[in-house]
T-cell receptor, first 116, second 116 residues
Framework: GAVVSQHPSWVICKSGTSVKIECRSLDFQATTMFWYRQFPKQSLMLMATSNEGSKATYEQGVEKDKFLINHASLTLSTLTVTSAHPEDSSFYIC????????????FGPGTRLTVL | AQSVTQLGSHVSVSEGALVLLRCNYSSSVPPYLFWYVQYPNQGLQLLLKYTSAATLVKGINGFEAEFKKSETSFHLTKPSAHMSDAAEYFCAVSRYSGGGADGLTFGKGTHLIIQP
């Protein structure tokens, strides 16, 4: 299968600061990337769908001004958590797909965000 | 709307014993169903998927799952557990009928413990 990486794998920041998380498809071009959020002992919740070169589509209840998503290239999508607060602490997971090549999405290892 | 329920947050079996992880779904359209496995510090890996071709689906690592429409279930089984099967398992349903390359709705996960 294809490989998706995330950076950083974990990050600790102070309340009020912004944090950027990168998601990269290493060996294929990802026309679409998804961002999920996972709370402890709970399921992954889809936050947004990001298509290369266009604005992300956010799920209901997800603040687009707080979770900025940029998909500027076919191998990179970024999620920026703006003015982070302790309640934003979570595990963020991205996945990537290219329907022309694979009929599935491939997941990154996730990023653990802790906001103090 | 679609949803997935995984019964049992933790399942413990002896090495060599049958593994049974339960998943029930709710969907207003014919569902596409998936099982993913997540090892520590790794991304989710697709075990198998049901896309209406056959009700009994065989996946990697000796796992299989049977789609039962009458029971709205998609339980995951493996005849003989191996120590390397210890991981977190997620059942998921595609939001659309287009397949696994779309945004997914996940269950809360089942932690599989293998006793020596």
């Amino acid at each position: 299968g294809a490989v998706v990486s995330q950076h950083p794998s974990w990050v600790i920041c102070k309340s009020g600061t912004s944090v950027k998380i990168e998601c990269r498809s290493l060996d294929f071009q990802a026309t679409t990337m998804f961002w999920y959020r996972q709370f402890p002992k709970q399921s992954l919740m889809l936050m947004a769908t990001s298509n290369e070169g266009s604005k992300a589509t956010y799920e209901q209840g997800v603040e687009k001004d707080k979770f900025l998503i940029n998909h500027a290239s076919l191998t990179l999508s970024t999620l920026t958590v703006t003015s982070a607060h302790p309640e934003d602490s979570s595990f963020y997971i991205c996945s990537a797909r290219n329907l022309a090549v694979y009929n599935e999405q491939f997941f990154g290892p996730g990023t653990r965000l802790t906001v103090l | 709307a679609q949803s997935v329920t995984q019964l049992g947050s933790h399942v413990s079996v002896s090495e060599g014993a049958l593994v049974l992880l339960r998943c029930n779904y709710s969907s207003s359209v014919p569902p596409y169903l998936f099982w993913y496995v997540q090892y520590p510090n790794q991304g989710l890996q697709l075990l198998l998927k049901y896309t209406s071709a056959a009700t009994l689906v065989k996946g990697i690592n000796g796992f299989e799952a049977e789609f039962k429409k009458s029971e709205t279930s998609f339980h995951l089984t493996k005849p003989s557990a191996h120590m390397s099967d210890a991981a977190e398992y997620f059942c998921a349903v595609s939001r659309y009928s287009g397949g696994g390359a779309d945004g997914l709705t996940f269950g809360k996960g089942t932690h599989l413990i293998i006793q020596p």
